[in-house]
């Protein structure tokens, strides 16, 4: 074996690359081990390194459900909160993937004046503070009666996920061929089943890649959330913002939320590294 091959270990990697990748890992991880015992803990204080009291040692000398018991219970309302996300998120993915494809495919395909200064204004969601967008919003739904309900919380999750979804999808419209559907429709297809049978699998994966990222944004959006809905309809992020709010600390509720409001995320990232390939994000479909 010569000196460069004992440089690398089995998977291809050199020790600074293990030990740059290592020291990553535990930067990321870090702040969430505090999250992770606190979760756990019943009597943790200052400055003592670990709780002095355990949940799992506590939970059989009270009455009350405390720490998980009380974060699983119908009093922490987490499972309505989850429900809430839940369908918000599906409905505020399918509708937006809905108004973001059109969109997409003239951007990417086609030229005309001032397209520019669309895709400029696609993007003012991103750059207007979103407390300016809540306010205004929030005016407009009182008067249209949407306030406090679920088809105003969705409507209102459109306006920072649209911008994310055209983007995604108009970069795949741009790397993908037209020859395909040129040669459908010199065989006859009309444009819907061209768009159907050639056009959508081939845009499919960017079109999950959307979909994912658009989930994930409507899933952790809370300003909108709280001032559309009003306090009438709670997800993950509110519900997370009531318990930080009402103690100003770190109990174990708060963190056993906390850590179950990441998992979407977590989940999401599993599945696009599983199904969706790298190159999905920056080259669409290339046959």
């Given at each position: 074996?010569?000196i460069?091959?004992?440089r690398?270990s ?5 020790p600074?690359?293990r030990f740059y990748?290592?020291?990553f890992?535990l ?5 969430l ?6 979760s756990?803990a019943f ?9 002095s009291?355990?949940?799992a040692?506590?939970r059989?000398t ?8 009380y ?11 989850i429900?809430?996300t839940?369908?918000?998120g599906f ?9 973001s494809l059109?969109?997409?495919?003239v ?5 005309f004046?001032a397209k ?7 993007l ?16 407009i739904?009182i008067?249209?009666g ?5 088809v105003?919380?969705v409507l209102?999750?459109?306006i ?7 983007r995604?999808?108009t970069s795949?419209f741009?790397n993908l061929s037209?020859?395909y ?9 009309n444009?819907l089943?061209?768009f159907?049978?050639?056009t959508l ?6 079109i999950m890649?959307g979909g994912l ?7 952790n ?14 997800t993950l992020?509110?519900?997370l913002?009531?318990?930080?709010s009402?103690g ?5 509720v ?11 995320g ?5 599945i696009?590294?599983?199904?969706i390939r790298?190159?999905?994000f ?6």
């Amino acid at each position: 074996m010569t000196i460069r091959e004992r440089r690398f270990s089995r998977d291809g990697l050199t020790p600074f690359q293990r030990f740059y990748l290592i020291f990553f890992a535990l930067t990321v991880l870090s702040p969430l081990i505090p999250m992770i015992i606190a979760s756990f803990a019943f009597r943790w204080f200052w400055p003592d390194l670990l709780p002095s009291e355990w949940w799992a040692s506590a939970r059989h000398t009270l009455t009350q459900p405390i720490g998980w018991d009380y974060v699983f219970s119908p009093y922490s309302r987490l499972f309505t909160a989850i429900r809430n996300t839940l369908v918000i998120g599906f409905s505020v993915t399918l509708l937006c993937l809905a108004i973001s494809l059109p969109a997409a495919r003239v951007l990417a395909r086609e030229k005309f004046r001032a397209k520019g200064l669309v895709e400029f204004f696609l993007l003012t969601p991103l750059i207007v503070p979103e407390v300016a967008i809540g306010l205004g919003v929030l005016l407009i739904f009182i008067q249209l009666g949407l306030a406090g309900s679920f088809v105003g919380i969705v409507l209102a999750h459109l306006i920072p996920t649209v911008p994310y979804a055209i983007r995604v999808l108009t970069s795949v419209f741009q790397n993908l061929s037209t020859d395909y559907e040129e040669q459908a429709m010199v065989l006859g297809a009309n444009p819907l089943k061209t768009f159907w049978h050639i056009t959508l699998p081939m845009i499919f994966p960017g079109i999950m890649a959307g979909g994912l990222f658009v989930f994930l944004v409507s899933s952790n959006v809370f300003l909108l959330t709280f001032f559309v809905g009003r306090g009438q309809v709670e997800t993950l992020p509110t519900l997370l913002f009531t318990k930080v709010s009402s103690g100003g600390v770190l109990d174990p509720v708060t963190a056993g939320i906390t850590l179950i409001t990441m998992l979407p995320g977590i989940i999401l990232l599993l599945i696009t590294e599983r199904f969706i390939r790298e190159e999905v994000f920056a080259k669409g479909f290339s046959g």
